[in-house]
Structure formats: C-alpha cells, structure tokens
C-alpha cells in the first residue's frame, strides 16, 4: 500500500510519531510538506520519503487561489512519481484541495481531516472558501475530526449532510508518557497546586490564570515561554508571591515529574486545536481545567476527567477546582483509565482500517 501525505504542519512533532506509527505496517509513505522560511525544516534520517519546497509566503497567505496554484505545480510531479494508492490530506482547504485535484484527474481516493486552520481561519475569515471546501468533502471518502468539538464547529457551516463518513480520531502523545500501572493521585498539596504548560500567546490566556490564584488559595506553576503576551506575563509572574515560573522544558521525564507534583492541569484557552498536553497531564493522573467548547471538550462525560470552563469566567474555574477537590482521587484513576485511546498505536490501527475500506 502506498499512501501520500499532504501535510502543511508536518513541522509538529505529532505528524512524525504518526507517520512512524504508521510505518510499522508495512506501508509505504511519502511526505509534501510545502513550507515558508519559518516552517521548521525536517531531519533527512526518516523512514519514508520527504518533499519540502520552501514555496510559501506573505503572498500565498492572503491569496488562496494563488497557494493553491502553486502547491499544485509542486505536488502534480511528485504524484505521478508516487503513484499513491491513498492521499492523506491533513487539513481541509490546502491540503485537501491537492487531493481533490488527483482525485478529480485520476480518481485517487483521499480522505481529509479538518483542523483548526480549516474552522478558526479559513471558514472564519474567507467564507466564499466554504462552496469550494463543499466541493473537497464531496469527493472525499472519510472526513476526519480530531475532536467532538471541532465536528460541531464544522456542522455549523455545513450541517449534518457528511455524518455517514465522518469519524472522530484525536491525535495521539509521545509513548514515554504512557506508563503501565501508573496509580492516581491520593494527597493533595496545601496550598493547591495548579498547573499550566503551553505558550504565552493572547488566546492561551494565561494572565487569567495568574488573577484566578490571586484570588484563590492556591499556587500556579507555569512551563513555558514565548507569545504575543510574554512580556506581559513575566511582569505579572515578578508581581506575584502564587506563581512558580520554571521556563521552557522539552524533556519528557522532566515534564513528567511536574505533572506529578501538581494537582490539577488548568488550560482556559480562548481558541484551542486539540491540546496535546491535557492528554499528557491525564496520562499522569492530573484532573484537568479545560476549555467549553474547544479543544477535548466533547471526548470525555463532564466531570470524568475534570470540567471545561468559560474561559472568561474565574468564578467557573473556581466552581470546577472545588467540584474536583470533592472528588480527586476518582477523577484521577479515570484519567489514567481514558489516556489510553490516544496511544499512537490505537490510532494508527484505525486508520489502517480506513485505508482497507478505501482499497477493498
């Protein structure tokens, strides 16, 4: 089976532990990633082939019919070399409208995920795209749905016309997180202790959460840096005796060992994609704060894991860390229970499934 990804993030780390889930099944893969001088470059040591043009920039951002046109004069080359018997698209509009294309002049099935560029951006900002993306999720022959929430985001715009071959799969965490008999937590810390991993972007709403603890008997450590709001951050991190700043920490076993020591994972984004590091805080036995109607909202029953929250209301955050408080130790032994569909494994099993619906 061969199978061509189209991939504009492949950059994240999380398409790679995918492709090389995949990898294990003898499958043989090739990468586009057409990326912009930003986009992070990809090592050549990978076990399936990778096509990186460096053809984006300001222009094809404001002009889709151009991005398109281009990526086309790239990806039509490497597509007769291929000869995929599947195409991934992994976002709707510039991935899957290179699917599209193949699919229209050869008839390669394809299948298309939608993701938070496709809902947040394109759908919000260019709304003469959403005949066009009809036209994609049409010919495509699954539509995949990283999150409960995202699916109702998209039936917003198109409604339930696309229920028959819609499937929700999440993304998946990196395996040293997934340890084997991992007990829940029993002791809580006193004051509190609150945790948030992420960036200090203005959607990631982090200065809310600095204000929560101020007005709450509990400590807020933070992991991580960068953002349009990061000066305004650290200024209110320096004005506060309730936050422990760590920085930036990539290891994993570092991360791990701070999961353990708090008590709850709290994340009230305004705009979320998936949020990868909810799952790697519930792989821990971490209950967790998330947002209403964003990112995992919709995976888990309300209270089985934690709450989602207003992102805008401290008095439902406060509500949400008192009504797990009650009931900590469960909702923790749910969390490392519910952790274990987003093993990398799992997930690649289902989508070998859809790729043998496609070819049988």
């Avoid at 995918?18 to 992070?40: G, T």
């Avoid at 499937?167 to 004051?191: A, E, M, R, V």
């Amino acid at each position: 089976m061969i199978v061509d990804h189209i991939c504009v993030n492949f950059g994240a780390p999380l398409f790679q532990e995918f492709f090389l889930a995949l990898n294990k099944n003898n499958i043989e893969q090739n990468v586009f990633y057409p990326r912009n001088s930003k986009h992070r470059m990809v090592g050549s040591d990978l076990p399936y082939h990778v096509d990186s043009p460096q053809v984006l920039n300001q222009l094809t951002r404001i002009s889709f019919s151009r991005k398109r046109r281009i990526l086309k004069q790239q990806y039509n080359p490497l597509f007769h070399r291929n000869k995929p018997d599947i195409i991934h698209a992994h976002t709707l509009f510039s991935d899957g409208s290179l699917a599209n294309s193949c699919y229209k002049k050869s008839g390669t099935p394809f299948i298309v995920a939608l993701r938070s560029s496709d809902t947040d951006i394109f759908l919000k900002y260019k709304p003469w795209l959403k005949r066009y993306g009809k036209q994609i999720l049409d010919n495509a022959r699954y539509i995949i749905f990283i999150s409960p929430a995202y699916k109702r985001k998209f039936q917003q715009k198109y409604g339930s016309r696309y229920e028959s071959k819609s499937l929700i799969i999440p993304n998946g965490i990196n395996q040293s997180f997934l340890t084997s008999g991992k007990l829940p937590k029993t002791d809580l810390h006193t004051p509190l202790n609150l945790l948030y991993v992420g960036s200090f972007h203005k959607i990631k709403n982090v200065p809310t959460l600095i204000k929560l603890v101020e007005h709450f008997p509990a400590r807020l450590t933070i992991v991580g840096e960068g953002g349009d709001e990061e000066k305004k951050v650290i200024q209110m991190i320096r004005n506060s005796d309730r936050v422990n700043y760590l920085g930036r920490i990539d290891d994993r076993s570092t991360l791990s060992e701070i999961y353990n020591h708090a008590d709850i994972f709290i994340m009230a984004s305004t705009k979320e994609t998936f949020g990868l590091v909810y799952i790697e805080a519930m792989s821990q036995g971490l209950p967790l704060i998330y947002s209403k109607n964003r990112g995992i909202d919709g995976f888990f029953k309300e209270g089985s894991v934690g709450y989602s929250v207003n992102p805008r209301s401290m008095h439902e955050m406060k509500s949400s860390i008192e009504k797990i408080i009650v009931n900590h130790q469960d909702i923790s032994q749910n969390c490392i229970n519910e952790v274990a569909q987003f093993n990398w494994t799992t997930i690649t099993e289902k989508y070998l499934d859809l790729y043998n619906r496609i070819l049988s």
